[in-house]
């Protein structure tokens, strides 16, 4: 039997269909595409239209801005300094091999931490360690691999590189890295390096900040580079998404407390070159911090009603006032409880 013939209103209809179709599924690919999110390389006053998150309003929006501005160094001890001003503090130990830096800064400022760089020396990148995956300390690897630097870290970092990483906290999603940029080396456990007279312990500790936390130890200039694991002066982020947790962040500072000495010059990722006082003034607040929201929580208290007691209230005046606010240092706090 042949075929009835379609009318002009069925076709109508179906073409309707398959438009409908198409728009769903336009919006579902470009929602996907949206899912991993390019970070801007500048950021504009906020606005109420602002979106809230971190490139934004958040921690990235701050770096962004910072590296408007200059990049700044102190020389430490023997040939070792840092550079403030792209994203995460930079550390540098600069010899007749070579450069080797702790974390990567942000790529926006790459010309600036050139100059700063050749400044201290003319000696070419051979290493950087990324102290963790986080975007303010491992963006720069790009423009450093390509320069001649072989990537250091540990193989969660590699992982959290190598993948889309949402971050709730931060309400964005960071793409993997290009394959140049990830680490190559990498360093699970315990490593030593051997370079321009010094030698270079690079340590995991286990969870802290984030899952792939590592230490670097200058042994002759007893320099102490820690990334995130120290803020000096800051209530600190905790990806508690990625591993981290504040129990875990407290076992690091007790660890980082017992390997130090007056002596050491200790590093933190965010804030001034420390020392051990500093340190332990560190441990301690995260210690009577997550104490206090311990014993609200056990009182069957909520999220609201413990940021409502001020759990932090007597470090704030010190603590609060950098890209972690007190009411979100609780947060994050109490998730990691
Ligand atoms: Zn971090």
């Known amino acids: 039997m042949p075929q009835p013939t379609r009318s002009l209103a069925t076709i109508c209809r179906d073409r309707a269909v398959l438009r409908a179709m198409y728009v769903v599924i336009t919006f579902c690919f470009s929602t996907s595409l949206a899912f991993s999110q390019i970070p801007p390389t500048t950021v504009s006053a906020p606005t109420a239209a602002t979106p809230h998150d971190y490139f934004h309003t958040g921690a990235g929006a701050f770096y962004l801005r910072r590296a408007e501005g200059d990049i700044v160094t102190e020389t430490l001890r023997g040939n070792i300094s840092v550079l403030f001003g792209s994203g995460a503090n930079i550390i540098v130990l600069s010899g007749p091999q070579g450069k080797f830096l702790v974390d990567a800064g942000i790529s926006v400022s790459e010309p600036k931490v050139k100059a700063a760089l050749n400044k201290i020396s003319p000696s070419p990148l051979k290493y950087v360690v990324n102290t963790h995956w986080h975007w303010d300390h491992t963006d720069g690897d790009g423009w450093m691999h390509e320069s001649g630097a072989t990537i250091i870290a540990h193989p969660n970092t590699l992982k959290h590189l190598s993948q889309s990483t949402h971050v709730d906290d931060w309400n964005w999603t ?29 340590e995991y500790y286990g969870p802290g900040h984030t899952d792939g936390d590592l230490l670097i130890y200058f042994e002759k200039a ?22 981290g947790n504040i129990n875990d962040a407290i076992k690091w500072a007790d660890k980082l407390v017992e390997r130090t000495t007056d002596k050491t010059i200790v590093v933190p990722g ?40 001020k759990p932090t209230a ?24």
Not at 174 to 202: C, H, M, W, Y
Not at 222 to 243: R, S
Not at 278 to 283: A, D, G, M, S, T
Request: aromatic share 12%.
């Open 270 to 309: 965010h804030g001034p070159v420390g020392t051990r006082a500093q340190l332990i003034e560190f441990r301690d607040m995260l210690t009577t911090i997550r104490d206090n929201v311990a014993a609200l929580k056990r009182q069957g208290k909520s999220l609201d009603e413990i940021i409502a007691a």
């Open 314 to 337: 007597k470090f704030d005046a010190k603590w609060g006032h950098f890209v972690i606010a007190p009411d979100h240092f609780v947060r994050l706090v109490y998730a990691g409880l």
């Open 222 to 243: 007893d320099v102490l580079a820690l990334g995130d694991t120290f803020w000096n002066g800051n209530y600190p982020f905790i990806d508690n998404e990625d591993g």
């Open 174 to 202: 960071l793409p993997p890295v290009s394959i140049g940029a990830r680490p190559t080396l990498l360093v699970a456990d315990k490593k030593n390096f051997f370079f321009d007279g010094e030698k270079i312990q690079v």
